[in-house]
């Protein structure tokens, strides 16, 4: 009797204005003509439509309740959309066609929301965030695998061994499991970093950075010399993403003819190949996608891949600027990496960032952050195709948000990137726009005011989204980020919890750790 109520109830509300949004007279209405926005999807117009939905989301959940796999995960892959917030996958679902639709991990059963501060910043960066979510301590921001005693830029932070944090990398190696990690981002950037190093400052990433914060290189082991020499990282099985500047000398190019960043005059490529050889075990280094699809994954032992001097390209740009055939996608990485990693028969921890929604987001091509979220949801995909929800564990979560918002009151076929109505100084504005940023003077200057903004204008992808308040680069935003799991103790990660129980959950499903 009760449901019934409620569904006529919401009978009788369909046809009455929502209190406090623009009917069809208000000022903000006026910019699209409704006639030229007809409704696509008329079944939507039926309350059986939204009860069904209802209905079959009930069913779902009972299954998922009946059915939840407490086997013991043999494996975990965590999935980190740098600065993936609420609102990017939200506007992402638009970008792929229509608000209705599912980024694809937003079909995983169960989801939760963490807290994502440092212990002293409220807004947290990806590197305190990196040694939350991959060791389980909250950190000080801009540290690495080390805890609060630690602060930022001391040489010697990172010496006192109960101040080191380790990470869940280690803690599968330790139980005969195999770790890699994929990034689009340079393999020493403070996301990755955050599996296998130990520093106080995330700058320092070759030992030029390190003598450039006053200390000393050889007492202070800057990050990608931490990646090859020191345990966690030369056991890692795969390591594949960007910045081959800080593996080679200054006085060295890469493959693609760019120089390096080391003055210590270490090329760490050479020292990580000599290890391997010297250890007797099958290694390859590739720099290119062509020289990946030449590798025979199945025999492979060890897989490093740089595929860039810096960080990889934007996933979007690979297609405009046609590069696809020399730069490898987060999905063909993703896939590389599985299958190296799934030739252990315990299993193993594989860490997987799609770095680049958190670069365009800082320069407000909020185009480009949501195309990178799209290939982001791929490689999550392909991911859940190459394993077994019996024994493989998914977790897909962000470390930070970002100051992006939805705006306005857009009819369902606008473009999530185009212009919303007009504001009470009769000028549109955009539907995504940043709390502050560089994209300011995009729509405003100071001789007009607010610039007249046009379709063709915010169609381009170099284009910077408005801001309310000038920044060389928009910062990150506090709000907590959403959790999606399956597979094994997927049923952990619901709810809303601190971001460092994240590794915990991850180890206890896994039989792991400190956590076992």
């Not at 992402?92 to 995983?108: C, K, P």
């Not at 305190?128 to 932070?157: E, F, H, M, P, W």
């Not at 025979?296 to 405009?320: M, Q, V």
């Not at 060389?472 to 935003?477: C, Q, V, W």
Request: glycine content about 8%; aromatic content about 8%; some cysteine.
């Amino acid at each position: 009797m009760g449901v019934w109520r409620a569904i006529s109830l919401i009978s009788l509300l369909a046809d009455k204005p929502v209190p406090g949004q623009p009917g069809p007279n208000h000022p903000r209405g006026r910019s699209f003509d409704a006639e030229s926005h007809p409704i696509k999807h008329a079944e939507e117009q039926q309350t059986q439509y939204w009860v069904d939905k209802a209905q079959e989301k009930l069913l779902t959940k009972l299954a998922e309740e009946q059915f939840a796999t407490k086997n013991k995960a043999k494996n975990v892959i965590m999935f980190l959309g740098d600065g993936m917030s609420v609102h990017t996958v939200t506007a992402t679902r638009n970008l792929l066609g229509d608000s209705a639709e599912q980024v694809y991990f937003e079909g995983f059963p169960y989801t939760g929301l963490s807290k994502t501060y440092c212990v002293n910043r409220q807004v947290a960066d990806s590197a305190c965030t990196a040694t939350a979510y991959l060791g389980g301590v909250k950190a000080n921001y801009g540290t690495i695998g080390v805890n609060a005693n630690v602060s930022r830029y001391s040489c010697d932070g990172a010496a006192n061994e109960e101040d080191r944090v380790l990470s869940i990398a280690q803690w599968a190696q330790a139980a005969g499991k195999d770790a890699g990690l994929v990034t689009t981002a340079r393999v020493t950037h403070a996301s990755p970093a955050g599996v296998y190093a130990h520093i106080a400052d995330r700058n320092w990433e070759n030992d030029w950075e390190v003598a450039n914060g006053k200390c000393d290189p050889e007492q202070t082991i800057d990050i990608a010399r931490q990646l090859v020499e020191q345990p966690v990282g030369q056991q890692l099985k795969v390591i594949l993403g960007g910045g081959r500047k800080n593996f080679i000398s200054t006085t060295v190019n890469d493959e693609e003819g760019y120089p390096g960043k080391r003055t210590d005059g270490r090329h760490l490529i050479r020292s990580w190949l000599d290890q391997k050889r010297e250890a007797n075990v099958s290694a390859h280094y590739v720099w290119s996608r062509k020289g990946l699809s030449l590798v025979d994954l199945e025999s492979t032992d060890y897989l490093l891949g740089l595929f860039a001097n810096d960080h990889l390209p934007y996933n979007g740009d690979r297609d405009r600027k046609r590069s696809q055939l020399a730069d490898p996608s987060l999905t063909e990485l993703t896939e590389a990496a599985i299958k190296v990693l799934s030739r252990n028969e315990k299993g193993f921890f594989l860490f997987v960032e799609g770095a680049r929604i958190d670069m365009a987001h800082h320069d407000t091509f909020a185009r480009r952050s949501l195309e990178d979220t799209a290939e982001f949801a791929r490689a999550v995909q392909k991911a859940r195709e190459l394993t077994s929800e019996d024994d493989t564990l998914i977790v897909v979560t962000a470390d930070h948000a970002h100051v992006m918002s939805i705006n306005g009151y857009p009819y369902r076929d606008q473009e999530i990137t185009g212009l919303a109505q007009l504001a009470d100084d009769n000028l549109p504005y955009t539907i995504l726009s940043y709390a502050n940023g560089p994209g300011y003077y995009s729509g405003y200057n100071r001789a007009e005011g607010r610039a007249l903004l046009k379709e063709k204008l915010v169609a381009d992808t170099d284009y910077q989204y408005p801001t309310l308040a000038p920044l060389d680069a928009e910062t990150h935003g506090g709000d907590d980020v959403a959790v999606y799991a399956s597979g094994p103790y997927a049923q952990y990660f619901s709810g809303n919890y601190e971001q460092s129980n994240i590794p915990a959950l991850m180890a206890r499903a896994a039989g792991i750790g400190p956590f076992a």
